[in-house]
């Protein structure tokens, strides 16, 4: 497989929601939930919305609140009339600001590292037309030669759709493409069905019953990508197949 451009996904691979954010918001109802056991939950809670019949039926507008109702159901957290009012007010920060602003540690050093190695970048998310202004906030616009923003476009994942504008306005072939996201009937669904490859984040070790390459984190992803361009092992390197991330390395394609 050889690369000409890696498309990612925003939310859950380039930024998490801002659990300090939902956090405070559910203190101030007098609701408690520490960040980081809000963040402990977010895998579950994702795994549970990413049914083929669930996307099937609904879209990424109202997937977002079930998602933030399920969270607080992993966290323990009984839900109310508090936490109503507090997702309430999450929800209109979102609106005009975008709670998807907590930046992973690896996510900079993971997109240098992918245009070192000659690759064009590309976001593919599903979104609500403030995905541009908020990369440019998080200093991330800069890494990317595209921005596809699924309100703007009038289409959203897994609708195949949305990777064919990104393949034309980029000017590639699906082959040489990899997309990474974190929802296995959004992301990876939604980027077979343009032709692309598709690689899945999945950090809480959900889906080795689905058939996809996952990985842990993204740094682990660059290393793979890496392996593929090494001219050492590019030329016998095939489609990559499903594998299960190894707690002692970054997985690797085999």
Known sequence: ??????????GGVL???????????LARRGV?????RLEAAEPRAKRDL????????????SRGWDYFNLVLRHAGIPLSEATDEALAELHDYHRRHNLWESVPAEVP??????????LRLVV???????????????????????????FELGVEKPDPAIFA??????????????????????DVVGARAA???????????????????????LTAVVEAVRELSSPATAPSVTPPGPWPPSPDRPPRPR
């Open 32 to 36: 408690r939930a520490e960040p980081a």
């Open 1 to 10: 497989m050889s690369l000409e451009a890696v498309f990612l996904d925003a």
């Open 124 to 150: 593919v998310s599903n979104s609500n037309g403030t995905l541009r202004a908020k990369l440019e906030r998080l200093g991330l616009a800069s890494a990317f030669d595209l921005v596809m923003d699924s």
């Open 50 to 61: 990413d049914t083929a019949e669930r996307i099937r039926t609904t879209d990424d507008r």
């Open 15 to 25: 930024v998490n929601p801002s659990w300090t954010r939902v956090s405070e918001a």
């Open 109 to 118: 050093a993971s997109l240098a590292a992918l245009k070192r190695l000659g």
């Open 195 to 217: 032709g692309l490859h598709a690689w899945l984040i999945d950090a809480g070790g959900l889906y080795a019953d689905l058939d996809c390459p996952r990985f842990a984190t």
């Open 165 to 186: 504008l990104a393949l034309a306005r980029l000017g590639v072939g699906p082959a040489s493409v990899l997309h990474v996201g974190d929802f296995f009937h959004v």
